[in-house]
């Protein structure tokens, strides 16, 4: 509605300062002549709104205007305060930001807005952690964050999840991702993306060096690429491990992210039986071999191919270290 497309540019204008009218055009999906028509609706209800023309000219507010209106709908009002929960926020030094963020939204909605947005904080809630996804290191954003905000480069120490080897790296960074409740630094080493998990950053400091970015690329987009490497993985393979109690929770700890299913209720409770079940892929029967550290807390009881697997490693090991062939 031309209605709700005036009040965007307005907002837009308000946030931006002077903005070329092609870009307006683009962003809400119309002409550039309708922009201009646009603002000259705006101009006759006494906005204080104009245009430069030229190569480095735009439509901008007289400085020092500003509105108060919100401009937000029903439903507009009630997504704004369907949220998550507040770890993600204080990961970020951000919890008591955003509560009291949300009390000055809330003020300012329309007072028919109000209820409907207030029911839905109390009645919506999302927590993007896995049941029992074990103890999760906590991860230091200070220093992630500072090289983000100032376009430095990153000098990191890190630690590799399945083999334990620490390697160094100079990243350039694009932001910070947090994915089903772990954070994940978005980052070219070399000129090339990749993702590395917060909690297995062992030293980070920022660089007087500034960024190095791909020209063009913006973090939602190398997310997006480095998202479906991950998701675009075939199928892999579907094992069923037996793990004793007493490693239970070191075993969540590494693995929870593999998990097909939830852990079963006997996971959570004391006593019961010896081992729990679990379901489990891995993209590659290779990619399993780690449970190996695990010894005997943890049997694998199929597919048949992975107990072999596993017990041809084992076997190397053993004659390796008792001087042995292995064949």
């Given at each position: 509605?031309?209605?709700?497309?005036?009040?965007?540019?307005?907002?837009?204008?308000?946030?931006?300062?002077?903005?070329?009218?092609?870009?307006?055009?683009?962003?809400?999906?119309?002409?550039?002549?309708?922009?201009?028509?646009?603002?000259?609706?705006?101009?006759?209800?006494?906005?204080?709104?104009?245009?430069?023309?030229?190569?480095?000219?735009?439509?901008?507010?007289?400085?020092?205007?500003?509105?108060?209106?919100?401009?937000?709908?029903?439903?507009?009002?009630?997504?704004?305060?369907?949220?998550?929960?507040?770890?993600?926020?204080?990961?970020?030094?951000?919890?008591?930001?955003?509560?009291?963020?949300?009390?000055?939204?809330?003020?300012?909605?329309?007072?028919?807005?109000?209820?409907?947005?207030?029911?839905?904080?109390?009645?919506?809630?999302?927590?993007?952690?896995?049941?029992?996804?074990?103890?999760?290191?906590?991860?230091?954003?200070?220093?992630?964050?500072?090289?983000?905000?100032?376009?430095?480069?990153?000098?990191?120490?890190?630690?590799?999840?399945?083999?334990?080897?620490?390697?160094?790296?100079?990243?350039?960074?694009?932001?910070?991702?947090?994915?089903?409740?772990?954070?994940?630094?978005?980052?070219?080493?070399?000129?090339?993306?990749?993702?590395?998990?917060?909690?297995r950053i062992l030293a980070a400091s920022v660089a007087d060096e500034p960024v190095r970015r791909r020209e063009g690329?913006?973090?939602?987009?190398?997310?997006?690429?480095?998202?479906?490497?991950?998701?675009?993985?075939?199928?892999?393979?579907?094992?069923?491990?037996?793990?004793r109690r007493a490693s239970l929770r070191r075993f969540l700890g590494i693995y929870h992210a593999d998990l097909t299913?939830?852990?079963?209720?006997?996971?959570?409770?004391?006593?019961?039986?010896?081992?729990?079940?679990?379901?489990?892929?891995?993209?590659?029967?290779?990619?399993?071999?780690?449970?190996?550290?695990?010894?005997?807390?943890?049997?694998?009881?199929?597919?048949?191919?992975?107990?072999?697997?596993?017990?041809?490693?084992?076997?190397?090991?053993?004659?390796?270290?008792?001087?042995?062939?292995?064949?």
């Amino acid at each position: 509605m031309k209605s709700d497309r005036m009040l965007s540019i307005l907002l837009l204008l308000q946030t931006r300062g002077q903005v070329p009218a092609t870009e307006l055009a683009e962003r809400l999906e119309v002409s550039v002549r309708t922009i201009f028509r646009d603002v000259e609706a705006l101009s006759s209800a006494g906005v204080p709104v104009y245009a430069e023309r030229g190569r480095n000219g735009g439509i901008a507010l007289l400085p020092g205007y500003r509105t108060d209106v919100t401009g937000l709908t029903a439903d507009e009002a009630r997504a704004l305060f369907v949220l998550v929960t507040e770890r993600a926020h204080a990961d970020l030094g951000l919890g008591r930001a955003i509560a009291s963020a949300l009390r000055k939204v809330m003020a300012a909605l329309p007072p028919p807005h109000r209820d409907a947005a207030a029911l839905t904080r109390r009645r919506i809630l999302v927590d993007p952690v896995r049941w029992r996804s074990g103890p999760r290191a906590a991860a230091d954003l200070g220093v992630l964050q500072d090289a983000v905000f100032t376009d430095r480069r990153l000098w990191l120490r890190y630690r590799h999840g399945r083999d334990d080897r620490e390697a160094s790296y100079t990243v350039d960074p694009y932001g910070l991702v947090d994915k089903a409740g772990v954070w994940y630094l978005v980052a070219d080493h070399r000129a090339r993306p990749q993702l590395f998990r917060a909690d297995r950053i062992l030293a980070a400091s920022v660089a007087d060096e500034p960024v190095r970015r791909r020209e063009g690329a913006e973090l939602a987009d190398v997310w997006d690429t480095l998202r479906r490497r991950i998701d675009d993985l075939p199928t892999g393979v579907d094992v069923v491990v037996a793990v004793r109690r007493a490693s239970l929770r070191r075993f969540l700890g590494i693995y929870h992210a593999d998990l097909t299913a939830p852990p079963p209720p006997e996971a959570a409770q004391d006593g019961g039986a010896e081992r729990v079940e679990f379901r489990m892929r891995f993209h590659s029967l290779p990619a399993a071999r780690p449970l190996l550290a695990f010894g005997a807390d943890v049997e694998v009881l199929s597919p048949e191919e992975l107990r072999e697997e596993l017990t041809r490693v084992a076997a190397e090991a053993t004659a390796l270290y008792s001087g042995e062939s292995p064949g």
